[in-house]
């Protein structure tokens, strides 16, 4: 069979490695020969950032406020708790090597464990919500797998963001996506510089950890009706701080934005993304102990736990274009047409990395057995949305609408004959159809005061084809449709010019992850989200706070053996708590910041915690910045949990001591328009406990853990011309 001769076709780490840096060597020499002409280029190198209707006071701008040095705020015109984290935060802050996990880990009730698959992907937790139970939007457009999950670094990266904001709510009737319940981590590229320019970077750090990156602004062309765009290439790679746990990844970005008129722009945006890496999935306790708290892979090919079995290829690629328009007389049009592409074909896994299972396959008793998991899955789609103003109000009107198809399988194989077929555990076509209209208005019902209501219809269409069907062992063709009116309310009052409240309720809607045959009990997740919050700001201090409850029906919980997940009907849950965030400036160039949430995520019938929910969470630290310099210290630090569901696998609390010195000069020579040296050094106290719950292994059904990345450093140089 032509499937089972590609399996035996084994894509080793080292062919994938060079053939990542033949297409980074490819594009950087593309981008050297395109930026010679700028290397004279002078003037302004101001980065611009599209804050769309986030805006948040009149301080937002000045550097001696506390809405500018705060690493989150929340703006006067939201009906939910919001966050937002802004580029100021996330170039000072964060390593260019990091993902999106490491900019939203400083929000409240947000719980980021960066040691999933070996510190490439993280775990989050927003409320004690899951991936696949809150969305992920990058420029406004839904972002998920075909099990509605998704991971931190498979799309983008930092460097390409201009602004990340965590919505911990349902949203109103315009916010689309999956999970809107669970709240929204919705990304945004940064902008075009308004100048020409090169910038070159370069970092080294712990691990081997090295990147390096080139990125071209044309600025405004004035021949092109002020057109302007940025090309960035970046390669990336590690040694990894888990034993035998290497990466390697590249990723170039183009955006460019096109006035068509006064009041109209086009925007293109095309993101492509490639890595390679050891696939860890946890280690054993007896493993930890026994080998020290960063064992990862074993060196040995006779072990299902060794380094060349377990990895993967990833490969994705993100486009849209966007029309945005002003027609006049109250009327406003943003439309994005897009599609997105997630490949992670081969991913080879042992079958017990926990080391408590025996070798041998039907052709040797000493052959390792694995399985190869391969699938790739595309969306094409649109989000649209019309607006017209009114006197006392606006009236919105769009959608959001996708079809994603692909192909998922899961195989036995020999990874000792280079991972010769064996058998079929299933082999899966796919599709999944979502179509979400909606309608809404806001009314300013008093000065100060909007309502805001509407509704949203949700559809969705699950379908297979199956070869093999992991339900039935046997080929089958089958497919489930679910709809439902979502309404909500939200209000906000401006109580003066730097204060606002606001209160919220909405119905939320989840399909289950992942369909099963007709007859089955598992029913769509169904929720009520209530809140309600104030913020305030001014230049000395900014403070916000809320208080959120969500009944949560039919919840689908999962469990994770040997990679694969299960899922399952939990019940319903009780979600409540309580988040406050804030920042004051002390003057000379301080400031001090603060947040903290007190969670509770509990099974209705049982009383028992939900697993990987935390009880609180906390983030504190310490702020300067003044001329050249900005310095930071942050310290996270996130309750007890539970890793699985009954309460079994308590884990204790933890936290991370960080700090991030950046040195900036403007203009120091002729041509050169600044030099950026970042150094920075994470978990300094250099906890390394067992902090997260990641499955079971195969087989021997052996709990796996993840300890914590022991302290590493990092350190920058940027040059822009």
Known sequence: MGRQKGLQMRVSNTADRRRLNRRFIDAAL???????????????????????????????????????????????????????????????????????????????????????????????????????????????????????????????????????????????????????????????????????????????????????????????????????????????????????????????????????????????????????????????????????????????????????????????????????????????????????NFTNVPQFVGLDVSGNSSNGTIFGATNVPGSNGPGTYRSYGNVIALTKDLPDGAVKVGAWADHMSGHRAYYNVDLTLADQYISTNFNQGVALDTVQPYVEADWKALPGLTITTGAKYAYVKRSYNSLVDPNTGGALDYSKTWTKVLPSLAANYKLSANWSVYAQAAEGFLTPPSVVPSG?????????????????????????????????????????????????????????????????????????????????????????????APNATAAAGLIYQEGNWYASLTDKWVGSRFGDVGETQPLSPFNQLDMAVTYKVKNPLPNLAAVIAKFGISNILDNRTIVDFAGYSGVSVTPLFYTQIGRNIYSSLTVQF
């Open 30 to 340: 593309w981008l050297a020969a395109s930026v010679a002409p700028v290397a004279g280029a002078t003037g302004a190198h101001a980065q611009t950032t599209d804050l769309g209707t986030v805006q948040t006071s009149d301080s937002a701008g000045d550097v001696n406020s506390a809405v500018y040095q705060a690493p989150t705020t929340t703006p006067l015109t939201v009906t939910q708790p919001t966050s937002v984290i802004d580029k100021h935060y996330i170039e000072n802050n964060i390593p260019q090597t990091a993902n999106f996990d490491k900019i939203i880990n400083v929000a409240p009730s947000v719980m980021v464990q960066p040691s999933g698959l070996g510190g490439t992907d993280a775990k989050i937790s927003i409320r004690g919500f899951q991936s696949g139970q809150f969305n992920v939007t990058l420029d406004g457009i839904p972002l998920r797998s075909f099990n509605l999950t998704q991971r931190s670094s498979n799309m983008v990266m930092t460097n390409d963001l201009g602004q990340v904001i965590v919505d911990r709510g349902p949203g109103t009737a315009s916010t689309v996506g999956d999970a809107t319940f669970g709240g929204t981590v919705a990304l945004q590229t940064k902008s075009p510089m308004s100048t020409l320019a090169t910038t070159a970077t370069t970092s080294y750090g712990s691990f081997n950890t090295q990147l390096y990156g080139i990125q071209l602004d044309s600025g405004q062309i004035k021949s092109a009706n002020s057109a302007s765009f940025f090309l960035d290439a970046q390669f990336t790679k590690s040694d990894g701080y888990f034993t035998n746990v290497n990466s390697e990844r590249e990723n170039v970005a183009l955006k460019l934005q096109q006035p068509l008129s006064d009041n109209t722009t086009l925007t293109f945006v095309s993101i492509s993304n490639n890595a390679v890496r050891n696939l860890f999935l946890g280690a054993s306790r007896a493993q930890i102990a026994a080998y020290g708290p960063n064992y990862g892979l074993s060196s040995s090919p006779n072990s299902q736990g060794y380094a060349g079995y377990n990895r993967e290829l990833w490969k994705t690629d993100f486009e849209y274009l966007g029309l945005k328009s002003d027609y006049g007389d109250g009327w406003h049009l943003d439309n994005k047409l897009y599609t997105y």
């Open 520 to 612: 089955s009990n598992i029913q769509p997740q169904t929720t009520w989200n209530y809140q309600v919050g104030t913020s305030y700001q001014s230049k000395n201090f900014t403070l916000a706070g809320d208080v959120y409850y969500i009944d949560f029906n039919n919840m689908i919980a999962s469990r994770t053996v040997g990679g694969i997940k299960s899922f399952f009907n939990a019940g319903g849950a009780i979600y409540q708590g309580v988040e406050v965030e804030g920042t004051v400036h002390v003057g000379n160039g301080f400031s001090v910041f603060a947040n903290g949430s007190l969670n509770s995520a509990k099974n209705k019938q049982t009383g028992q915690w939900i697993a990987e």
